[in-house]
């Protein structure tokens, strides 16, 4: 009797204990072709292929340490040295690539979309909390710097020839901004229209602009990021 009394306090104590919070880190590729994903944070990286209509799984970042993941298109091969669009050794965007960015804080996750080293594919990042909105990047005409394979250069760019990512973002002491890590890029306003919440310059965080590209949800932390996914650029105004 008394080891059934054991027992069952047991079970009580298994159930009334809360369930963990779930927390994981996807991709999925609605896109018609094979693209490659490059996942970077602290001295960890690993870069895969992924075919059309396929996902993966990605290492999950410990606590407080922001994870990159970067898109990369025509690669000759899954070393991803050699692409289209990005490419591991693309010299910090001297050929467009699109970003998407997580950093997970115990019960919560922050995430955003960084368009700094150009676009090349539409791309959306969220969670399974349908309290927290997905944001969204999807250009579809009027990019001022075309590159190729239909991607967009990046916003500090002026021509795709003197492209080199955010090292073309000027450095700005004007008290009123200060963007120690690089202000408004020539074409910055166009990635704020096209692509409302996600970074058209390093310092893009409600620095005036009337938005903040990062987004912070607790609840559940399991991250799915989509290329080419369904409907239209969210439109949110987060600050």
Request: with cysteine; glycine share 10%.
């Amino acid at each position: 009797m008394l080891i059934l009394a054991s027992f069952l306090l047991a079970v009580i104590a298994i159930v009334s204990t809360p369930a963990a919070e779930a927390k994981s880190l996807s991709v999925w590729n609605n896109c018609g072709d094979r693209v490659w994903f490059h996942e970077v944070y602290g001295g960890f990286s690993q870069v895969f292929g992924v075919n059309s209509h396929s996902g993966a799984s990605l290492s999950m970042p410990p606590d407080n340490v922001g994870v990159a993941v970067n898109v990369y298109t025509g690669c000759s091969d899954d070393s991803a040295t050699s692409c289209t669009t990005g490419g591991v050794n693309n010299n910090g965007g001297a050929s467009p690539f699109i970003r998407a960015e997580a950093t997970y804080v115990g019960n919560t996750v922050n995430y955003d979309i960084s368009p700094l080293y150009g676009y090349n594919r539409a791309i959306k990042i969220n969670t399974g909390d349908a309290n927290c909105p997905g944001v969204q990047c999807n250009i579809n005409s009027g990019c001022p710097v075309p590159g190729p394979d239909g991607s967009c250069y990046a916003p500090c760019c002026e021509s795709a020839s003197g492209c080199l990512g955010t090292n073309n973002c000027p450095y700005d002491s004007n008290p009123t901004y200060n963007h120690p890590y690089g202000a408004p890029g020539v074409y910055s306003n166009f990635y704020h229209d096209a692509c409302p919440n996600a970074y058209a310059f390093p310092d893009d965080d409600c620095a005036n602009y009337g938005h903040t590209p990062d987004v912070s949800c607790g609840d559940n932390t399991d991250v799915t990021i989509t290329l080419c996914p369904n409907g239209v650029s969210s439109n949110y105004n987060f600050c």
